[in-house]
């Protein structure tokens, strides 16, 4: 079985449609899916820092709001 992995994803507002959409293609189990909102008070990397100190998993993705998975099962 593969590792977990944790997803980092930045965003102006957290959306439940594109959290489901990244949930459906990290299928692990213990894929941890952190998001955090940011309207441009803290810089892009002040956010990756707090999140990589949040980060319980050793492999850790770096994704933008916008992008659109197409593969399924990332792990």
Not at 23 to 41: A, S, W
């Amino acid at each position: 079985m593969s590792n977990p992995l944790s997803v980092i994803i930045p965003t102006r507002k957290e959306e439940v449609e594109y959290r489901n959409h990244v949930k459906k293609h990290f299928l692990h189990p213990d894929t941890e899916i952190l998001f955090y909102e940011n309207n441009g008070e803290k810089s892009l990397s002040e956010i990756y820092n707090k999140a990589l100190n949040d980060s319980k998993n050793d492999i850790v993705v770096f994704m933008h709001d916008d992008l659109i998975l197409e593969t399924d099962n990332i792990s």
